[in-house]
Every structure is written in structure tokens, then in C-alpha cells.
């Protein structure tokens, strides 16, 4: 069954850091999802992106935050200058557009950003 | 803005017995998905069940169902005949019915399952 693949599964990085975490979406996949779960917190949206572009944003997802889809099957979050509060499990999301896909979301295992 | 409420921040069952996952949400949209996700202790979300509002019956996935009451707009998940294995946390989510619009996730909810 094809999944959403996530490198690193752990990022270890120092504070004010640039950090870039990379996810393969499945592969006939257009829109894609970057989410962050702090440690004992619930799963937050930051970003969507389709048809290379940012199609909509949260709040957490500020200027430090950048989205990129360099080729045709990554996916990258670009944190430029880590913060201490951006440690966290970042989850990378894809969805395929068409009426059979009933807008399900498939998550990858996640990379764990750890800043210190 | 919608948002999703799990009032159960932890639940434990006897494994091979039924256990009920509670989920509210709001919403002034008439149709949407909603899911149920695991999240084992490997981290990974891994969808169990979803649901399509214009949908009266409940949605079945193996031992997992569900119980969806849209005017109350309830929507919970009845695990029968539980596995170690499903120790993990639940979490409820909502989702618009246009492609590619973000999920609003609830707080979750950790089930251990008890040998």
C-alpha cells in the first residue's frame, strides 16, 4: 500500500538553526499537509499547498515557516531560524483530488524536531 | 470556525471487551467527513474509520464503528472485542467537504487496552 514517507524521523537541532523536514507524498497525491504536535498536545494545521502554491495557512505558520515542492515528489517544511517552542512532531499530509477520494488524508510517521 | 471536543482524556479497557470513544464537535457546515485517527506509540496517524455527513448509516470498519448523530452532532467510536494492539491515542477530526482543506483535530483521547 503506497504512504506518505517522512525524513528524518529525528531532528536534533540549536536554537535559531535553519532546519528543512522532507516528505515524500504518494504519488498521484496533489494536495499536501504539514500538521505539528507538540509533546502531549493535540495535532495542528499548519499549511496546505496545492498546484505550487500555498492554498491556506494557520496562524503558527509565520515567516520562520516556508513550504516547497523542489521536484516532482518532495515535499519540504523550512524552518529558518528554530525557536526553542518549535520542538515538536511534525506530520506531513497528503490527499488525491477527485470524487472517490471522500478528502481522506494520509499522514506520514512523522520527524521529530527536537531544538535545544 | 469548527471545533472538535474529546471529553475522554484517557479510558482503559479489559482486552476482548467493547469500549466507546466520545467526540463532539461544531460546525455551522451542513456536510463534511469525519474521521477517527490512531496514533500508536510509534507516533504514526493511521486512519481507522471515517464518516460522510450526507450519510445516515453508521459507518463499519471491522471492530470498529461508529455512532454518528448530526443534529447533536456527536460523533463516537465503539471499539468491540479489543486488542492489545489498540492501545494507542484516538483522536476525532473534522474535515470540510472541499478537497484540500485542512483537518481541525480534537484533543484526543489515550485507550489502553488492559490484559
Known amino acids: 500500500e503506497p504512504e506518505v514517507t517522512q525524513t528524518p524521523s529525528h531532528q536534533v537541532t540549536q536554537m535559531g538553526q535553519e532546519v528543512i523536514l522532507r516528505c515524500v507524498p504518494i504519488?498521484?497525491?496533489?494536495?499536501f499537509y504539514w500538521y505539528r504536535q507538540i509533546l502531549g498536545q493535540k495535532v495542528e494545521f499548519l499549511v496546505s499547498?496545492?498546484?505550487?502554491?500555498?492554498?491556506?495557512k494557520s496562524e503558527i505558520f509565520d515567516d520562520q515557516f516556508s513550504v516547497e515542492r523542489p521536484d516532482g515528489s518532495n515535499f519540504t517544511l523550512k524552518i529558518r531560524s528554530t525557536k526553542l517552542e518549535d520542538s515538536a512532531m511534525y506530520f506531513c499530509a497528503s490527499s488525491v483530488h477527485g470524487a472517490i477520494a471522500k478528502n481522506i488524508q494520509y499522514f506520514g510517521a512523522g520527524t521529530r524536531l527536537s531544538v535545544l | 470556525a469548527q471545533t472538535v471536543t474529546q471529553s475522554q482524556p484517557e479510558m482503559s479497557v479489559q482486552e476482548a471487551e467493547t469500549v466507546t470513544l466520545s467526540c463532539t464537535y461544531d460546525?455551522?457546515?451542513?456536510?463534511?467527513?469525519l474521521f477517527w485517527y490512531k496514533q500508536p506509540p510509534s507516533r504514526q496517524m493511521i486512519l481507522v474509520i471515517r464518516q460522510e455527513a450526507y450519510k445516515q448509516q453508521n459507518a463499519t470498519e471491522n471492530r470498529f464503528s461508529v455512532n454518528f448523530q448530526k443534529a447533536a452532532k456527536s460523533f463516537s467510536l465503539k471499539i468491540s472485542d479489543s486488542q492489545l494492539g489498540d492501545t494507542a491515542m484516538y483522536f476525532c477530526a473534522f474535515s470540510p467537504p472541499e478537497y484540500g482543506q485542512n483537518f481541525v483535530f480534537g484533543p484526543g483521547t489515550r485507550l489502553s487496552v488492559l490484559p
Open positions: 504519488s498521484n497525491h496533489l494536495y
Open positions: 499547498f496545492y498546484n505550487n502554491e500555498i492554498s491556506e
Open positions: 460546525t455551522s457546515e451542513s456536510n463534511y467527513y
